[in-house]
């Protein structure tokens, strides 16, 4: 599986690093602008990804991609101080930010006012939502005008849908939101940013940072990104049967991006009489070119034909369909190929596969 990290190079307000500070120095107040990009769209090169993220809704208004903003926190001046002070609002009562938090404070904060709003008490998606956001659905780089000061949590999302179908649990067991474009599958954590903020010092950003507040914000979110899986369908079709014991077929399948391979499976069919059979592989990355070899044609049977797809390309949506005809052969005793291949036994439910055996040789009788 792909795994990689998107990383903004410029300011990223959010809760990594000292972003903020139980108290904060009050160069700013007033109203703030904020807007939101899935990615350092200035620094990304991957144009697929970038059509993914930043391309156009169905109602074409704005980028598919959206987001909702909730407010987790007041920000407001001290009174005897030149600071800003945090006051939890009433959708987040139990936020508290001690002066000493760290960065794991900061991810718990925004792990909990998450679940707040999407889980109920038994850690399962709401029904309906009680909390309503701030601001609902807006596209990705929209510049929003007249936010108050404040600590803001930013929900990452395919705009018009259904909470239910874009929220995800990440191995960790964290909530997380998780977007399908052509090529990959985006999964965003919920993420804390401040109004106002600082601009950032290599990538970071400290209320020790030099220069003033920012009333004018830019985030750069961070998804993890994973290849899109999708399905191909192997079937054979045995035209005649007339064997004492079950005939064996293997495949081999193989996928391809920019010339290097990316998957590799061997997979086998029993029968026990003439017949159809399919085999369905859910797990193939989208966009890449497949091939599929019957490396095995079972005992006593001859090759009659093969239907390869007019284009092997793994789609999201539907599956590549491989047809390979046999019919049966007396004559035909099989060919030693299989010794190739060891098929390990499962457990439960698993019956079993092939695996490639790399210690064997080319010949040999099948086992």
Do not use: C
């Given at each position: 599986m792909k795994k990689k990290w998107i990383r903004a190079a410029l300011a990223l307000a959010c809760v990594f690093g000292a972003l903020l500070a139980a108290q904060m120095l009050a160069g700013a107040q007033g109203p703030c602008t904020l807007q939101v990009y899935p990615c350092d769209v200035k620094n990304t090169e991957d144009e697929a990804m970038l059509s993914d993220l930043m391309g156009l809704g169905e109602d074409g208004t704005g980028p598919r991609l959206g987001f909702d903003l909730y407010k987790v926190a007041d920000m407001a001046?001290?009174?005897?101080?030149?600071?800003?002070?945090f006051t939890p609002t009433e959708d987040f009562p139990d936020v508290e930010i001690p002066e000493d938090i760290t960065t794991a404070g900061w991810q718990e904060i925004a792990r909990q006012a998450a679940e707040r709003i999407f889980w109920d008490g038994d850690g399962k998606v709401k029904e309906a939502l009680a909390l309503e956001p701030v601001?609902?659905?807006?596209?990705?780089?929209?510049?929003?005008?007249?936010?108050?000061?404040?600590?803001?949590?930013?929900?990452?999302?395919?705009?018009?849908?259904?909470?239910?179908?874009?929220?995800?649990?990440?191995?960790?067991?964290?909530?997380?939101?998780?977007?399908?474009?052509?090529?990959?599958r985006y999964t965003f954590l919920p993420e804390l940013i401040t109004l106002?903020?600082?601009?950032?010092v290599d990538g970071e950003i400290n209320t020790a940072n030099p220069g003033g507040w920012l009333n004018d914000v830019v985030v750069y979110l961070k998804p993890q990104v994973d290849d899109a899986k999708g399905p191909i369908r192997i079937t054979k079709k045995l035209l005649s049967y007339g064997h004492d014991s079950p005939?064996?077929?293997?495949?081999?399948?193989q996928a391809f991006k920019n010339d290097k391979m990316v998957y590799e499976k061997v997979?086998?069919?029993?029968?026990?009489?003439?017949?159809?059979?399919?085999?369905?592989?859910?797990?193939l990355p989208v966009g890449a070119l497949v091939t599929v070899e019957e490396i095995y044609s079972g005992a006593s049977c001859k090759f009659v034909e093969r239907i390869d797809p007019e284009d092997p390309t793994v789609h999201l949506e539907f599956p590549i369909e491989f047809t390979f005809v046999n019919?049966?052969?007396?004559?035909?005793?099989?060919?030693?190929?299989?010794?190739?291949?060891?098929?390990?036994?499962?457990?439960?439910?698993?019956?079993?596969?092939?695996?490639l055996n790399p210690e064997a040789g080319e010949g040999g009788e099948a086992p």
């Open positions: 001046p001290s009174q005897t101080m030149d600071t800003y002070g601001l609902k659905d807006k596209p990705m780089g929209d510049k929003l005008p007249d936010l108050e000061p404040g600590l803001y949590l930013v929900v990452a999302h395919e705009r018009g849908k259904p909470h239910k179908e874009y929220l995800g649990t990440a191995q960790d067991g964290k909530l997380v939101t998780q977007f399908q474009g052509e090529e990959n106002p903020t600082k601009e950032a005939i064996t077929f293997v495949f081999r399948v997979v086998s069919m029993d029968f026990t009489q003439a017949g159809s059979q399919s085999i369905t592989l859910e797990d019919d049966f052969d007396n004559t035909n005793k099989g060919h030693g190929i299989l010794n190739r291949f060891v098929f390990v036994k499962g457990e439960g439910d698993d019956k079993g596969h092939w695996v």
